[in-house]
């Protein structure tokens, strides 16, 4: 089929016919990576198969591990180390300068009861602040932690145990069933509308609210390298109130309800590198709390790095949003490759009057995609119009895409902001092309729109709009 090719070589929407490429931010990316470092620990390993733990379904090494965790922190640290082998275990908690490594060949089972993840601590659920059910690997104000190997972690949700409380057919969900859109969900926005002390926002089992696969809360010095993750019941990596923070060589296999990749929540000094997602819902999701509790604690996302890392499945491949109501700062992404057919956006940007939030200081480059279902870039204000509207009108601004080639989308660029006050500003594209694409653009409620060196792609058939 012949194409025509749509070249936009200075294409400025509201403003004089002037941009210059500039590395400055990326500048700043590398003072941001001197404040970023792994976690060291003593020279000592805890091998929990000499402390009581025993491999096979048969037997329940929640305690031995645990135990062991404890113990090596109280002497100093060091490594806890799982070999080889099948090791079924309830929730596990990390503690200051303890490194959880699992050898090559090591699988750490994680029990599918919801029973065992009681009782309730401290997190966030949907940028919520709620005591809820614990994660799977938990610390709360530690620092020099981490989780690190060759092994598997498998959380062993499937649709009989914990993804049918999301209320979906296709996850097991009948009807007549209770669900988190029923008990929990609803519960736990009130409370926050309230401002409710985050003490008295004791959910229950019957809430159905799933629980983080890895969840460190206010924790500094964190690292986790080289793991391989999957069948996760809520979001997989979820550092809330970090800093220095490393993700490093992960891969993510794990499609279920809400399974978000990595979800930096108000965190600063994050580096994601080398890292493979394939799931459920966004690859990477940066977060800042949502509504009351995200502007009343107004911690920010900032200075965080995502390099090298390889998007497969999923709803978003780097997403800002949608719980970004205390705001994201400094976000640099970098030398990534995205494909799937199932994958339906790259870089994502969603809010809402209600949930409201900034984003300023988007700086991506080098981005290799071979096709995605909806579009290459995307920025939604309306995201979730059941919230309705609200009084807190988002800000986006200065977001810079560089050297983004796509293959297959329907959109290159779709911005959706807001007629009635124009809050998304200063997005530019340098260097890019679109290739096989349906819309070229749809852009609304915005100024400053900048296109250098952009071509399009499109299907003779398709109208350019």
């Given at each position: 089929?012949?194409?025509?090719?749509?070249?936009?070589?200075?294409?400025?929407?509201?403003?004089?016919?002037?941009?210059?490429?500039?590395?400055?931010?990326?500048?700043?990316?590398?003072?941001?990576?001197k404040?970023?470092?792994?976690?060291?620990?003593?020279?000592?390993?805890?091998?929990?198969?000499?402390?009581?733990?025993?491999?096979?379904?048969?037997?329940?090494?929640?305690?031995?591990?645990?135990?062991?965790?404890?113990?090596?922190?109280?002497?100093?640290?060091?490594?806890?180390?799982?070999?080889?082998?099948?090791?079924?275990?309830?929730?596990?908690?990390l503690?200051?300068n303890?490194?959880?490594?699992?050898?090559?060949?090591?699988?750490?089972?994680?029990?599918?009861?919801?029973?065992?993840?009681?009782?309730?601590?401290?997190?966030?659920?949907?940028?919520?602040?709620?005591?809820?059910?614990?994660?799977?690997?938990?610390?709360?104000?530690?620092?020099?932690?981490a989780?690190?190997?060759?092994?598997?972690?498998?959380?062993?949700?499937?649709?009989e145990s914990?993804?049918?409380?999301?209320?979906?057919?296709e996850?097991?969900?009948?009807?007549?069933?209770?669900?988190?859109?029923?008990?929990?969900?609803?519960?736990?926005?009130?409370?926050?509308?309230?401002?409710?002390?985050?003490?008295?926002?004791?959910?229950?089992?019957e809430?159905?609210?799933?629980?983080?696969?890895?969840?460190?809360?206010?924790?500094?010095?964190v690292?986790?390298?080289g793991?391989?993750i999957?069948?996760?019941?809520?979001?997989?990596?979820?550092p809330?109130?970090c800093?220095?923070?490393?993700?490093?060589?992960?891969?993510?296999?794990?499609?279920?309800?809400?399974?978000?990749?990595?979800?930096?929540?108000?965190?600063?000094?994050?580096?994601?590198?080398d890292?493979e997602?394939?799931?459920?819902?966004?690859?990477?999701?940066?977060?800042?709390g949502?509504?009351?509790?995200?502007?009343?604690?107004?911690?920010?996302?900032?200075?965080?790095?995502?390099?090298?890392?390889?998007?497969?499945?999923g709803?978003?491949?780097v997403?800002?949003?949608?719980?970004?109501s205390?705001?994201?700062?400094?976000?640099?992404?970098?030398?990534?490759?995205?494909?799937?057919?199932?994958?339906?956006?790259?870089?994502?940007?969603?809010?809402?009057?209600?949930?409201?939030?900034?984003?300023?200081?988007?700086?991506?480059?080098?981005?290799?995609v071979?096709?995605?279902?909806?579009?290459?870039?995307?920025?939604?204000?309306?995201?979730?119009?059941?919230?309705?509207?609200?009084?807190?009108?988002?800000?986006?601004?200065?977001?810079?895409l560089?050297n983004?080639?796509?293959q297959?989308?329907?959109?290159?660029?779709?911005?959706e902001?807001?007629?009635?006050?124009?809050?998304?500003?200063?997005?530019?594209f340098?260097?890019?092309?679109?290739?096989?694409?349906?819309?070229?653009?749809?852009?609304?409620?915005?100024?400053n729109?900048?296109?250098?060196?952009?071509?399009?792609?499109?299907?003779?058939?398709?109208?350019?709009?």
């Open positions: 089929m012949k194409k025509f090719v749509i070249l936009l070589l200075f294409v400025m929407l509201g403003m004089p016919a002037a941009l210059e490429a500039n590395d400055e931010p990326w500048l700043k990316a590398e003072e941001i990576l404040n970023i470092s792994d976690p060291v620990f003593r020279d000592k390993d805890y091998l929990i198969t000499r402390h009581g733990a025993k491999p096979g379904a048969a037997y329940d090494n929640t305690k031995a591990i645990n135990r062991l965790i404890e113990k090596c922190s109280k002497q100093g640290g060091g490594r806890v180390v799982v070999p080889a082998g099948e090791f079924h275990t309830g929730p596990i908690t503690k200051s303890v490194n959880l490594h699992l050898e090559e060949g090591a699988v750490l089972k994680f029990s599918n009861n919801p029973d065992d993840y009681v009782p309730f601590v401290r997190t966030r659920w949907e940028g919520l602040d709620a005591i809820n059910y614990r994660p799977l690997i938990y610390a709360i104000n530690e620092t020099n932690i989780v690190t190997g060759k092994g598997l972690l498998d959380g062993q949700a499937d649709n914990w993804w049918w409380m999301k209320e979906k057919e996850y097991g969900w009948e009807e007549g069933m209770s669900s988190q859109y029923q008990t929990g969900r609803p519960k736990l926005m009130e409370m926050a509308e309230k401002n409710l002390p985050i003490e008295q926002r004791l959910l229950q089992k809430d159905l609210l799933r629980p983080q696969f890895i969840n460190p809360v206010n924790c500094t010095n690292l986790i390298e793991v391989t999957k069948r996760a019941p809520f979001w997989v990596l979820h809330m109130f800093e220095n923070v490393t993700i490093r060589g992960v891969k993510i296999n794990s499609h279920g309800p809400n399974n978000d990749g990595c979800d930096p929540e108000s965190s600063k000094n994050v580096l994601i590198e890292c997602f394939d799931t459920g819902d966004d690859c990477i999701a940066i977060k800042s949502r509504n009351n509790d995200g502007r009343n604690n107004p911690i920010p996302s900032e200075n965080i790095i995502v390099r090298n890392c390889y998007m497969k499945a709803h978003g491949g997403v800002m949003g949608s719980e970004i205390a705001g994201v700062r400094n976000v640099f992404v970098e030398n990534c490759r995205m494909d799937s057919p199932e994958l339906d956006r790259v870089i994502r940007i969603k809010t809402n009057t209600v949930r409201g939030g900034f984003v300023d200081g988007i700086y991506v480059r080098n981005i290799e071979g096709q995605c279902k909806e579009a290459v870039f995307r920025i939604e204000l309306m995201y979730e119009q059941r919230d309705g509207d609200g009084p807190f009108m988002p800000r986006i601004e200065n977001v810079v560089e983004v080639n796509s297959k989308s329907r959109y290159g660029v779709f911005i902001g807001r007629k009635e006050d124009i809050v998304v500003s200063n997005i530019k340098i260097n890019c092309n679109f290739n096989n694409v349906e819309i070229p653009t749809r852009i609304t409620g915005s100024r729109i900048e296109f250098r060196n952009v071509s399009f792609t499109v299907d003779e058939v398709t109208t350019y709009r």
